[in-house]
């Protein structure tokens, strides 16, 4: 098994390349490396824990892109139609580069879904719980209970419906699902409170030091003007070297006091996972995806790709091909395991 935080790296690199490629070469060459991944978990898992398929959602959101962005996006040389100009938005011509931009968005987010997915698959929900740090503990506890929820509400509701349906309950229409919803609603209700009643008598996300509370708040505020007003520098004043440090000293100091905060938390752990060769390969893999949309310097002329004003073939850099490939890095603990 790959260590959670090596999917987490993995799922970041393919996030950033995504989100910076257009070019519809290395898009295709990208999202095929996701694919090759998502199918070998989706193969071991032996379900989908989505309720629709990354393709599935691909087919349907590809073609919704395009038509939205060729209809709102009147620009081009190549004009397929033209729709009359006193309609609001849409009035205008419809061109084959706004078509194949809409088209290429579409296949972005596609992407983005099938990384999600796919880490969806790989790790259980007790993996991705433990990611969350320390000092945001409570956030950790809530989204547990949270989770436990859900098959606890599904089981409710499938038991109120066999109950209704012995007492002669038909679904003919909207109103019909009132006596489903209200017992589900009232269940649910006396569920959290009474979980709740039973957290707040134990203390749940009780201060232990009201002053040192606040303490922490005010250094995280602090960090977090600082991080603002840095970036303000750099994008409002062109001041680059001295709001890129008041980013870096505000960034230092909330990670600082999260760092310090989660030192303070009891904090036990029932089943080490270890760290492995196998997951340095993965871990390095996607930072050097990541170095390469990332670090400055290098020459990523390639990725960009621009339809407008006339359509054109992409280019493609074989080394910027190479480097992609990294989002296979899982495949070889995938196939050995």
């Not at 087919?59 to 729709?83: C, E, I, K, W, Y």
């Not at 359509?311 to 070889?332: A, C, H, N, R």
Request: glycine share 8%; proline share 7%.
């Amino acid at each position: 098994m790959i260590h959670p935080w090596a999917w987490v790296g993995w799922v970041g690199a393919s996030l950033v390349a995504l989100s910076k490629t257009r070019n519809p070469l290395h898009l295709v060459l990208m999202l095929l490396s996701i694919a090759i991944v998502n199918a070998l978990v989706g193969f071991r898992a032996e379900l989908s824990l989505t309720p629709v398929s990354p393709l599935r959602f691909a087919l349907f959101v590809v073609p919704l892109s395009a038509a939205f962005n060729a209809l709102t996006v009147h620009f081009g040389d190549t004009v397929l139609l033209r729709l009359p100009a006193w309609l609001p938005l849409l009035g205008g011509p419809v061109t084959l580069e706004a078509l194949v931009y809409g088209a290429l968005n579409g296949l972005v987010l596609a992407g983005i879904l099938a990384a999600f997915t796919t880490l969806n698959q790989a790790l259980p929900v007790r993996a991705l719980v433990r990611l969350i740090p320390r000092a945001f503990y409570p956030v950790a506890v809530v989204t547990s209970i949270a989770v436990t929820f859900v098959p606890t509400t599904m089981r409710q509701f499938q038991q109120i419906r066999e109950a209704q349906a012995v007492r002669g309950h038909r679904m003919r229409g909207l109103r019909d699902w009132i006596p489903l919803f209200m017992p589900l609603l009232v269940g649910g209700l006396e569920r959290a409170l009474g979980l709740a009643e039973a957290m707040t008598a134990r203390g749940f996300a009780s201060a232990d030091d009201p002053e040192q509370d606040v303490r922490t708040r005010a250094a995280v505020v602090m960090g977090l003007v600082a991080l603002l007003g840095g970036w303000l520098l750099r994008l409002a004043w062109g001041q680059e070297a001295l709001g890129l440090a008041l980013m870096v000293a505000g960034s230092g100091l909330v990670l600082v006091t999260l760092w310090a905060v989660g030192r303070r938390v009891q904090h036990t752990t029932y089943r080490h996972e270890p760290w492995t060769g196998i997951d340095w390969a993965v871990a390095l893999s996607a930072a050097a995806v990541l170095a390469l949309f990332l670090l400055p310097g290098l020459n990523r002329v390639a990725l960009f790709y621009y339809p407008y004003p006339s359509l054109s073939w992409p280019s493609f850099d074989p080394v910027i091909g190479l480097i992609s490939l990294g989002l296979l890095g899982p495949v070889l603990a995938l196939v050995r395991r």
